[in-house]
Structures are given as C-alpha cells and as structure tokens.
C-alpha cells in the first residue's frame, strides 16, 4: 500500500520569496521519504490535474529555488467560490487528491488561499477522505491575519526603502533646474505596509519620503498640495510614496479603472499618475513618477535575509504540522521580541486567518497622517535587516533556476474549470 504524497501548490502574486517556502517544503518531506507533486499554475492545476512530480528535480536544483524569485510551478488568481455554490469544483478536487493518493496538500498564499485551505479541508472531512490540509503564508502586502508578519513583506519593504532613498538622491541632486517632486506607487490595496516600509528612509527629521499617503487615511487634496508646496519650498524637492489603494473622504479610490479581478477586487489603474496631474495643474512643478509594480516582489537580488529565512521556516514547519496529523492550520510568525529580534513559528487554526485583513494600526501612522511612528519602525525594521543575495554567474547575473516540471500522467477524465 502506498505511503500516501503531498501536494504543493502556490498562489496569487508570487514573492520574491516564495520560491524559498517551496523548496523547504520538498527538502523537508525528501527528509521524510516523502514524495512531492505541486499543481500547475496553482488550485487551476489541482482541478485540471495537471501536477509536477518534483521528485524529477535534483537536489542542487531545489537548493538553486530557494534564491529564485517568481511561482516555479506556476500561480493563479483563482478563487473558489462557497462550498454550496462550488460543489463540483471542491468535489473534483479530491477526487484528483484520491486519484494521486494525496495525503497532504499544502496551499501557499494570502487571504483568499487560507479560505480556500480551509474550505478544502471542511469538504474533505465531509467526504470521508482523509487528507491533512495546511494552509502556508505568503503576501507581500502584509495583511494576513494572526502571524505577525507575511513572508514576502520583508524583501519588498527592504526594496521599497532602498529605492526611496536612492532615487531620492538623485532628485534632490536636479531639483535646482528640473524635477521638484517625484512620486513612487507602491503596492497595497487596503493595507498600507508597504507605503510604510517607504518611511524607513528616512533616518532623520526631514529626511525624505517627505509625505506617505496611506489607504488607511482618507486622501485630502487641499491638505496634500499644500503639504507638497511647503516641502519644496523648504528643501526643493519632495518625495512621496503613495499606495496603490488611496481613496478620498467618500471611499472611493482615486485610480480605480472600473474593472474587476478574478477575486472580485476593483482594478486599479494608478494613483501615481493621478496625483503628478494634481501637482503640475495646481502648483505647476516638473514631476516625474514611478510604478515599480512587478520588480518590487520579484527583487530576489535585494531580499532581507529575514525573509528569506522566515519563508524557508514556514515551510517546513508546513510539512512537519501535516506529517504530524494537523489539519486545517498555518504556520504563522511570532514575534518574541524587537530588540534583539527574535521570532518563532507556531500554527494557527485557519478559521483565525481565513477572511480576516490586517490593517496598519493607527499607532503606526504619524498624527499628520503622512509618516510613520517610532512604533512603526520599530515592527519594521528588523524585517528588511541583513541580505540574502543569489550566487551570481561569471556573466554577472544571478544563477536563477528553472525546474524541469515534469508531468504527472492523468488519471481522471480531462476536466474544464469552467464547467
């Protein structure tokens, strides 16, 4: 009889470390004598039964993924509606688990994975089929709830301060005859993390990013140009980060295109552009703006050594918490202590993380509403500490790998997600 697999898989917008949670994940069960199979392109994978037997990959390879940034078995913004109004999908799900003797599956990503998790588990005990599932964390937006940090977070935070106070420098050292404010988007729809992470630049008074705008705090225009001109008028230039999910008084978002996600979220189509024109209509300064988008969760050359490390952590925690009987859990972050900085990983009942979101607390934000507190350096900065770079090639690029992904032969009829 067989011993049983495991099934990874990964979800939504990868990180720059999420690669490092996978490879864990096959090191630790290869420890095990387990095997491994992941899902293409995510749950997409699992419903089509389309799987990846990793066991094809070589150990420098798995040691090669853990500093490679992107999804290597592929991502997906999929979500499973209820388990009322899913029924067939949840059901092809573990016949796909039955077909490949799937023990365990693992389900790495954000909010919506760990409610997917959770589901799965739910329609799996309803089922009678006996499959551990662990939800494992990942987000660079920060927001899951419980664990005190999502890994992913710290490589882009780290990215997002570093490229702050660099491109900072380099306005600062035109402002005399050219740009005089510089306005960076970063990511983060409704929780402002990563705008925060932008405040580490500054390590002093008056150092920029000279105003944070966050989703939390309702945009005020008046206030905003007003701020903008002050600054120039003080140092000559201003620097602001803004987060991609800033809304005005009534709620709305002030880039939002109109168009939807396959999560249902509002597509936003750019808060950076939308404030330059504020600036050049209402004050009539040269700008100049940046939407880092994609290069700030997939900057593996600039990862904190934090992340990498709590990445690597909960994934193999994931793998012990399943072999061990555990099910419908997350291995999530905690935090002992800020200084020195120490955290440990414990798990958490789905039910605590699924379809809750973690906000900026209104301690971290600064009473004008544009910066960070001590309390909000304080949580961050151990998060971007140390560097975690990729051995680079003699053609001076990093060695990133690329994994066979060798098919698993189906067993099921071929099945449309659409159906």
């Not at 387990?34 to 089509?48: E, F, K, Q, T």
């Not at 409610?115 to 939800?135: C, F, M, W």
Request: aromatic content about 8%.
């Amino acid at each position: 009889m067989s011993q049983g697999k495991l099934l990874y898989a990964q979800s939504g917008g990868v990180t720059a470390v999420i690669n490092a949670t996978a490879a864990a994940v096959i090191d630790t069960a290869r420890r095990r004598k387990v095997p491994v199979l992941a899902a293409r392109n995510g749950i997409i994978g699992a419903l089509r039964e389309d799987l990846i037997d990793t066991s094809k990959e070589t150990a420098a390879a798995i040691k090669a993924l853990r500093q490679t940034p992107g999804g290597a078995f592929g991502s997906c913004r999929f979500k499973l509606k209820s388990l009322e109004q899913d029924r067939a999908r949840y059901e092809r799900l573990i016949a796909v688990l039955k077909a490949h003797d799937v023990r365990w599956f693992l389900y790495n990503g954000g909010n919506d994975s760990a409610d997917t998790s959770l589901k799965i588990s739910q329609i799996a005990r309803e089922l009678g089929y006996p499959v551990h599932v662990i939800g494992v964390p990942k987000t660079v937006d920060n927001d899951l709830a419980v664990t005190d940090c999502c890994p992913g977070f710290g490589s882009v935070a780290k990215y997002t301060a570093v490229s702050v106070a660099e491109a900072s420098l380099d306005v600062e050292s035109m402002c005399a005859s050219s740009t005089k404010v510089f306005i960076v988007e970063v990511m983060g729809r409704h929780a402002g993390w990563i705008a925060a992470a932008g405040g580490l630049a500054a390590r002093k008074a008056g150092d920029p990013p000279h105003l944070i705008l966050f989703p939390e705090v309702a945009f005020d225009e008046d206030a905003f140009l007003a701020r903008v001109k002050a600054t120039v008028e003080r140092v000559g230039y201003c620097t602001v980060v803004a987060s991609e999910g800033l809304k005005n008084a009534a709620g709305q978002f002030l880039a939002e295109a109109g168009t939807r996600d396959a999560f249902g979220h509002a597509q936003l189509g750019g808060v950076a552009p939308v404030l330059a024109q504020l600036v050049k209509q209402k004050l009539g300064y040269k700008y100049h703006w940046a939407l880092p988008d994609y290069l700030q969760r997939s900057a593996r050359h600039l990862a904190s050594k934090t992340d990498a490390e709590q990445a690597w952590a909960v994934g193999k925690a994931a793998v012990e918490y399943a072999l061990a009987g555990r099910n419908a859990v997350m291995p999530v972050i905690v935090r002992i202590s800020d200084a020195p900085y120490r955290w440990k990983i414990e798990p958490a009942p789905l039910e605590r993380v699924a379809n809750h979101e973690k906000k900026l607390p209104k301690g971290y934000i600064s009473r004008d509403g544009y910066g960070i507190t001590a309390a909000a350096r304080r949580y961050l900065e151990p998060l971007i500490r140390g560097e975690d770079p990729p051995k680079y090639l003699r053609d001076g690029l990093p060695d990133y790998v690329r994994l066979k992904n060798a098919p698993v032969r189906r067993k099921l009829p071929r099945y449309d997600i659409a159906d």
